[in-house]
T-cell receptor
Framework: NAGVTQTPKFRILKIGQSMTLQCTQD?????MYWYRQDPGMGLKLIYY???????DKGEVPNGYNVSRSTTEDFPLRLELAAPSQTSVYFC?????????????FGPGTRLTVL | GQQLNQSPQSMFIQEGEDVSMNCTSS?????WLWYKQDPGEGPVLLIA?????ELTSNGRLTAQFGITRKDSFLNISASIPSDVGIYFC????????????FGKGTHLIIQP
């Protein structure tokens, strides 16, 4: 299994541009998450999904959109990029709700907005 | 939102020394997890704790879930160069699918 994969690894955007960060997992996990990590900080939850067709906002959802059309894929969309969205973005997944909260992370996408 | 206070922020130690770091919360968590992040990589799970008072080991790593459910610590014994990285605590307060709350990390630097 490849686990959680993310593309691209790096990206530079101009203010106002849009892009989609891709995330795919091959572990048949129902739950998927998007976090952002700013320098010197912990990860903050942007959006999450409990299954295909179901998404919900996390702590910092403004400026982002998500969709979940399949179990495997959970893309994150930035419509109008702003410098405040410069960050490292991590996608994660987990297999079971309830007691087991072990989330597995992808390698990240480093985004710079100029 | 919930906040986790993780300390120390950074540690400079000699190879072979033991390391201790901890996390405290203003609210109760049902699960505590410890992750390690290497430069340019995503966090990797080290230890997961599910019961108050639980003490769990993974090789040279030992972590405990505090009795009050508001704190956790991670110890690393006999540190080696590959232990270098950023260690994050994370907590989960619900029983469902919502995300984790992360501390700001402890940056471990080992001098040979």
């Amino acid at each position: 299994n490849a686990g959680v994969t993310q593309t691209p690894k790096f990206r530079i955007l101009k203010i106002g541009q849009s892009m989609t960060l891709q995330c795919t997992q091959d572990m048949n996990h129902n739950y998927m998450y998007w976090y952002r990590q700013d320098p010197g900080m912990g990860l903050k939850l942007i959006y999450y999904s409990v299954g295909a067709g179901i998404t919900d906002k996390g702590e910092v959802p403004n400026g982002y959109n998500v969709s979940r059309s399949t179990t495997e894929d959970f893309p994150l969309r930035l419509e109008l990029a702003a410098p405040s969205q410069t960050s490292v973005y991590f996608c994660a997944s987990k297999g079971l709700a309830g007691v087991w909260n072990e989330q597995f992370f992808g390698p990240g996408t480093r985004l710079t907005v100029l | 939102g919930q906040q986790l206070n993780q300390s120390p922020q950074s540690m400079f130690i000699q190879e072979g020394e033991d390391v201790s770091m901890n996390c405290t919360s203003s609210s109760i968590f049902n699960t505590w997890l410890w992750y390690k992040q290497d430069p340019g990589e995503g966090p990797v799970l080290l230890i997961a704790l599910y019961k108050a008072g639980e003490l769990t080991s993974n090789g040279r790593l030992t972590a405990q879930f505090g009795i009050t459910r508001k704190d956790s610590f991670l110890n690393i014994s006999a540190s080696i160069p590959s232990d270098v990285g950023i260690y994050f605590c994370a907590g989960h307060s619900g029983g469902g699918a919502d995300g984790l709350t992360f501390g700001k990390g402890t940056h471990l630097i080992i001098q040979p």
